[in-house]
T-cell receptor, first 109, second 115 residues
Framework: EDQVTQSPEALRLQEGESSSLNCSYTVSGLRGLFWYRQDPGKGPEFLFTLYSAGEEKEKERLKATLTKKESFLHITAPKPEDSATYLCAVRPGAQKLVFGQGTRLTINP | GAGVSQSPSNKVTEKGKDVELRCDPISGHTALYWYRQSLGQGLEFLIYFQGNSAPDKSGLPSDRFSAERTGGSVSTLTIQRTQQEDSAVYLC?????????????FGEGSWLTVV
């Protein structure tokens, strides 16, 4: 069964304190690992897609990396506006995405 | 429009009533998805449409749930005889058809409360 597990469930950081979010997955045939950001009361906002082990992508203070079993979302020198829930999803052979439960990130000023 | 549009944004209904939720995908996107997100939970797949192919209904939780897509564009998710456990955010998403790496873009969701 295709499965995605995100850790930690919640993370509180001070502004400027770098950290990483983890997404572990088991999937029959990976055709993309996706990261989304979701603000309260909003739909998920696309951040990155990674396709193969060793691939990395960056956007502002965020950097996503991928191995054969997990992905990390690294947050460098975060700001309060980075506070959100970060969702990881995999796309197995079928078209649909399978999501993890998310990591709720809070950045304190 | 520029993004996926959903309506209504909020709906409060009485237990036992039927509700219809509408989704207008991004222009040109042939793939359309419905997901459900309960409070504090991850996204649960409901149904997927691709062009004229038979939809993937494998995620629909019961026969009270149905969806259709007219003219390859607008989709309606219908919940019959609503129950309190149906209270959730219903998210619609769309993507281009093609290799399965295409990005899926989400709407803002329809918040359903069953009282």
């Amino acid at each position: 069964e295709d499965q995605v597990t995100q850790s930690p469930e919640a993370l509180r950081l001070q502004e400027g304190e770098s950290s990483s979010l983890n997404c572990s997955y088991t999937v029959s045939g990976l055709r993309g690992l996706f990261w989304y950001r979701q603000d309260p009361g909003k739909g998920p906002e696309f951040l990155f897609t990674l396709y193969s082990a060793g691939e990395e992508k960056e956007k502002e203070r965020l950097k996503a990396t991928l191995t054969k079993k997990e992905s990390f979302l690294h947050i460098t020198a975060p700001k309060p506006e980075d506070s959100a829930t970060y969702l990881c999803a995999v796309r197995p052979g079928a078209q649909k995405l399978v999501f993890g439960q998310g990591t709720r990130l809070t950045i304190n000023p | 429009g520029a993004g996926v549009s959903q309506s209504p944004s909020n709906k409060v209904t009485e237990k036992g009533k039927d509700v219809e939720l509408r989704c207008d995908p991004i222009s040109g996107h042939t793939a359309l998805y419905w997901y459900r997100q309960s409070l504090g939970q991850g996204l649960e797949f409901l149904i997927y449409f691709q062009g004229n192919s038979a939809p993937d209904k494998s995620g629909l939780p019961s026969d009270r749930f149905s969806a259709e897509r007219t003219g390859g564009s607008v989709s309606t998710l219908t919940i019959q005889r609503t129950q309190q456990e149906d209270s959730a955010v219903y998210l619609c998403a769309s993507s281009l058809f093609g290799p399965s790496g295409n990005t899926i873009y989400f709407g803002e969701g329809s918040w359903l409360t069953v009282v």
